[in-house]
């Protein structure tokens, strides 16, 4: 049986759950109030859009109907375990072009293309090797069933399926087809100033390489809080679990990761925002394996960087 630690996943879900949840009257707001603070916002040329106010995790909002989004955002990944005593060097990087469109108030859908780079070097259970380009396209549906303003908390749904042409942790060239399914939960704790979010992520993934057909499957749960420093300035902390598995279906554990981070979120503009927010591996678990860490299928740093303008 794998070893795996309960707080991991516990802890996250306990501290900002509770907060979502049981905040009280903090968090609850009326339709009409809801209206007047958008009202308010509009007047001054700014609305609080909770998808990217958060770090890696993300808010329930969507793109109002008729509005698009073109965005960049660029996620590394840095420092694994050596193959041998020397130097090593892992650096991961994976940038993505995306444009989204809001078909109606609730329904947003999305296409983008990716490029990677990865430079590693006596690295355990991977093959040295530098360089990159272009590695595949997605779409992404993403569905609101409620909305933090009118409603105890905001949820959404997303389905993100991923074509890719190079492996994500090895940098080798193998097709690979993702599916990642994502609930998204968030609440506004204190009106205009706390956020907190829940995310459950789900994503099998199918891949083709030199070896054959491989099927593997990852979990990630997150959460997350964010505060308005001032306006449009958001100052955040974020927890998160990453765990992945041999089979579609969770079968086999085959590591998992316990991270820690800040972020910060920028509405430049009406319709130009910029965020950052890094992620350090506080704890893991390996199967089979008594350390406190898991450097072998996960990383111990990673930096998420986003551009996006709205029109």
Known sequence: MPRVKPVHTIGIAGVVAGLLFLGGPLGTRTARAADADAAADEACGYEIDSENIFGFTDG????????????????????????????????????????????????????????GYHDIQNIAELENTSGGGFNGLSAEIKYRFMSWEHAPFGLALSVEPEWSRYEDDSGERADGFELPIKLMVDRELIPEKLFGALNVTYAPEWGHGEEGTEKESAIEFSG??????????????????????????LEHFEGGAFYIGPSIYWQMTKSAYIKAAYSYQLAGSLPEDESNLDLISHERQMLKLNLGIEF
Do not use: C, K, M
């Open 60 to 115: 329930s909002d969507v793109n109002d109907r008729g509005e698009s989004e073109i965005s960049i955002t660029g996620v590394g990944a840095f420092v694994r375990q050596s193959e041998e005593p020397g130097s090593s060097r892992y650096s991961a990087w994976e940038a993505e072009l995306e444009y989204e469109y809001g078909l109606t108030r609730n329904l947003t859908v999305s296409v983008g293309a990716a490029f």
């Open 224 to 249: 997350a809080l964010s505060w308005q420093a001032t306006q449009g300035v958001f100052l955040g902390g974020e927890l998160r679990y990453l765990a992945g598995y041999s089979g579609i279906g």
